[in-house]
């Protein structure tokens, strides 16, 4: 299954906005499938919350979820970090805004 970096980015920062108290079962094994997820929970980007198994209905294919996942430490960063990024476009946008405006106004 592929997934692109906005479909991620939008994923992520849903989880985030629920955080902490939101968990999400079956959603991320459809979403990403089991072998992504098992990387994002080694990788501390997601935590296992609860273990259960319940299924999944993905397609046509029933596949069997682990359990209840939450945002991780690492997951947090890497929120904070697109924030940040956002920002510092905000910031250069601003920026050369005001170096036009002064412009014109010495012009002017």
Known sequence: ?????????KIIRDMYRGYPNFEYTGFLEEAFGSGIVDILEN???????????????VGNKVKLGKGSYRLGVKGL???AQWNIERLTKWIIFLTIALIILGVVQIIF
Request: hydrophobic share 50%.
């Open 1 to 9: 299954m592929k997934i692109s970096v906005k479909e991620f980015k």
């Open 77 to 79: 960063e890497l929120v």
């Open 43 to 57: 990788d501390g980007i997601i935590v296992l919350v609860k273990k259960t198994k319940e299924t999944i209905i």
